[in-house]
Structures are given as C-alpha cells and as structure tokens.
C-alpha cells in the first residue's frame, strides 16, 4: 500500500478505494486486509489481536451504517424528485440533503481510517485523521446552518475552528510529508 500523491491516505495499487469508481476495489482493500490479517495472526500479540478484531468489527458495523445512511439518502432524493419537492429556490431543502452527503462522507473517512488499522500500516489513533473527521464535521454544520437564525459569534467561532483544525492538519501533513521523506532517504542510503 502505497501514499496517494497528496500523502494522505493509502492506495491501493494507485487508485483511491473511496473514489466513485472504486466501489468494488473498497471490498477488495477489506478483503486483501482480511487476508493479511490471517497471515499475521500467529505473529499477532494477544493485544494486537484485540485491536485487530475491534478493527474488524468497527468496519462492518460502520459499514452497516454507511449502507444504510446511503439507502436513506437515496430514498429521500428520489421522493423529492419524484413529488416534485425538489424546488432550487428552497435552501431548506439543499441544506439538509447536502448535510446527509457529508455525513455519508464522514462515515466513510472514518471507516478508511480504520482500514488502514487492518493493514497494520497504521496505530489505531491517527491525528491527521482525527483533524480531518473534525473538519469535515464543521464543514458539514456550515452547510445546515441557517445564517439568518445564528448569532454572529457562534459563526465567528465555528471559523475560527476551521482555521485552527486546518492549521493543525497543513502542519500534520507537512511533518508526515517530512517523515516520509526521511525514511525514504535512510532505505536509499542503507542500499
């Protein structure tokens, strides 16, 4: 497993598990984490066991609930087209569709984070991750937010937020960057 370009997130095979077109290349990242964790298993402490099934478990459940999140989404867009509910006008109604789309995209960072636990690639506590879930969670109540009906200050502080996060995950990133290319530097010169 390989970093995208943007150092982000693991790939598999260059592609991004979670794009639109890697639906079926998710259920291959879970199933190539299930087998590496089978063959890891003897090597596994009784701890690392432990984190590997919570692991596990914490996907299928929130899987379950992406699933269903999805169904749901789907369900309410088609009567809103369908009864001709879907009116541009009312920002009602994009506010609260487009906060279950992030809410979706929440659940699915959040269950590649944990992914990456079974990959073994990373601890189970990841802050750029963490940072990251937060941000999409502010951005999300930015979107169903009703302007007109919050006081200024709350407005100035949830920006403030967005700064401060997006701060501290410019300069996660950096260092990982930074990391990054340090072990890539020692792997060349141990060659």
């Known amino acids: 497993m390989q970093p995208s370009e943007e150092g982000d997130h693991p790939s598999t095979n260059g592609t991004d598990p979670r794009s639109p077109m890697g639906t079926g290349r998710a259920a291959a ?3 190539h984490a299930l087998r590496e964790t089978r063959e890891a298993w003897p090597g596994l402490s009784t701890y690392e066991r432990f984190e590997q099934v919570v692991s596990l478990v914490l996907t299928g459940l929130i899987s379950l ?5 999805l169904v749901n989404l789907t369900f309410r867009i088609l009567m ?13 109604v994009f506010q609260a569709i487009f906060g279950m789309i992030f809410t979706v995209l929440i ?3 959040f269950n590649h984070s ?3 636990v079974l990959h073994r690639k990373e601890s189970i506590v990841q802050v750029r991750t963490v940072v990251l879930i937060a941000l ?5 109540k930015f979107i169903i937010l009703d302007a007109t009906k919050t006081e200024p200050l709350t407005i100035i ?4 937020a967005i700064l401060a996060l997006g701060s501290v995950h410019w300069l996660v990133r950096d260092q990982d960057r930074k990391d990054a290319a340090v072990r890539e530097h020692e792997g060349t010169a141990a060659e």
């Open 29 to 31: 990242a879970v199933d």
């Open 157 to 160: 502080g949830l920006a403030a």
């Open 136 to 140: 999409l969670a502010l951005v999300r």
């Open 107 to 109: 659940a699915l960072e």
């Open 80 to 92: 809103l087209v369908l009864f001709g509910l879907l009116d541009p006008a009312e920002t009602g």
């Open 114 to 116: 944990i992914i990456g």
């Open 65 to 69: 609930v992406i699933a269903a999140a």
